[in-house]
Nanobody, 121 residues
């Protein structure tokens, strides 16, 4: 069982930056990790993912070039650096852990509770 706890959300102005963190309760080095988000009234959507050793990353087109996903397996922590934030980035952001196929089907095994990111215009 892997427990995930996100932090780092908050309120920021358009163009600002935030860094989200997700800490795992146990060693999670074998899992693919992802960030997903859900805005009010919308479906949950993929944001970014990273493979077990950090060498491969994937991004949604809407965040490519603005967001960077990374992981530190020594600290069991996943990060999402978000720059040039836009009001449409406002959502609850979730981190998740699962097998590599989750990058495609979003079928992650473990989920955090989410952290709110609000971007004001």
């Amino acid at each position: 069982q892997v427990q995930l706890v996100e932090s780092g959300g908050g309120l920021v102005q358009t163009g600002g930056s935030l860094r989200l963190s997700c800490t795992a309760s146990v060693t999670y080095g074998s899992y693919t990790m992802g960030w997903l988000r859900q805005a009010p009234g919308k479906e949950r959507e993929f944001v970014a993912a990273v493979n077990w050793n950090g060498e491969n990353t994937w991004y949604a087109n809407s965040v490519k070039g603005r967001f960077t996903i990374s992981r530190d397996n020594r600290k069991n922590t996943l990060y999402l650096q978000m720059n040039s934030l836009k009001p449409e980035d406002t959502a609850v952001y979730y981190c998740a852990a699962g097998p590599i196929k989750a990058v495609v089907d979003q079928d992650y095994q473990y989920w955090g509770q989410g952290t709110q990111v609000t971007v004001s215009s």
